[in-house]
């Protein structure tokens, strides 16, 4: 994709700076007047059917607005993309860290199996502790959004999907390179696209916003490490599938439930035959 502006351009900083103006607050007018009135309609919602709608609008909004945003700041300032990157990777800690990857490709692999049984564990663990407590630990107000049936099942796999590709693009690739041309600072594109990322999920709540900076910021690390989007991509898709799609069907069997006959929504329970605890060994 080739960009439209010309580093070189006497008012390529300018319109960049316009175009982000018009962002943050489209952002803002969104997150303050849409999305928090949207999420608390949801939680009221008492039939499948309303909150099927209401999936499918957020999975096309989703797919419109930042896949939108993401292609045109991409044509905007692509061309900041790669000068981004290399500044951002003599950084202190991330050079290190990107030099001992590529002199020791088998510690790369190490940490990868290490960082995916580290994910299995945890969700085991959390799965069992679910099943024991009749809850699901959650960062931020999200509970609502778990699927009740097979039908939400599936489009909580596309919402997942959807979010890891274009947030990535967009709060990753697209918006650090717009901020890091308007401004010349590679810090600013950082902080700035991973403040903005966390602030976006107002609606789950403090802990929502504090879990998302969280994520938005270990997401940049293994961006500027890998030096490719797509393993944030991956990541990103895997973590949402793990809450809209694994623990539903780990915990609460939903999988079992049809919405057709069911069109009710009920209050998310372990099933009876679901054992609260491994059954204990009989002794000899």
Do not use: C
Not at 188 to 212: D, E, M, R
Request: cysteine-free; hydrophobic content about 50%; overall charge positive.
């Amino acid at each position: 994709m080739e960009p439209m502006l010309d580093p070189s351009w006497a008012l390529t900083r300018p319109i960049l700076w316009l175009a982000l103006a018009a962002l943050v607050a489209l952002l803002v007018l969104r997150t303050v007047r849409k999305d928090r009135k949207e999420y608390q309609r949801f939680k009221r919602y008492r039939t499948t059917v309303k909150r099927q709608a209401m999936f499918r609008r957020w999975l096309l909004d989703s797919f419109l607005s930042f896949g939108g945003v993401s292609v045109a700041l991409l044509l905007l300032a692509g061309g900041y993309i790669v000068p981004l990157l290399r500044e951002l990777v003599e950084w202190p800690g991330l050079r290190d860290i990107r030099a001992l990857a590529a002199d020791n490709p088998g510690i790369t692999v190490g940490v990868i199996l290490g960082l995916v049984i580290g994910l299995t564990a945890l969700t085991i663990a959390g799965v069992r502790a679910a099943r024991k407590e009749d809850e699901v630990l959650t960062v931020g107000d999200i509970k609502a959004m778990l699927p009740r049936n097979r039908q939400e099942l599936r489009l909580g796999a596309l919402l997942s999907l959807n979010a890891g590709v274009v947030e990535e693009l967009t709060f990753r690739l697209a918006l650090p390179a717009a901020i890091y041309g308007a401004s010349g600072s590679a810090l600013a594109a950082v902080l700035g696209s991973v403040l903005l990322f966390g602030a976006l999920h107002l609606y789950q709540g403090p802990a929502g916003v504090i879990g998302t900076t969280v994520v938005g910021a270990i997401m940049m690390a293994l961006y500027v490490i890998s030096g490719t989007i797509v393993v944030p991509i991956v990541l990103h898709a895997v973590f949402d599938l793990r809450s809209l799609v694994l623990i539903p069907v780990a915990i609460y069997r939903v999988h079992r439930v049809n919405g057709r006959e069911q069109p009710l929504i009920r209050k998310l329970e372990v099933p009876a035959d679901v054992p609260a605890e491994p059954p204990a060994q009989a002794s000899s």
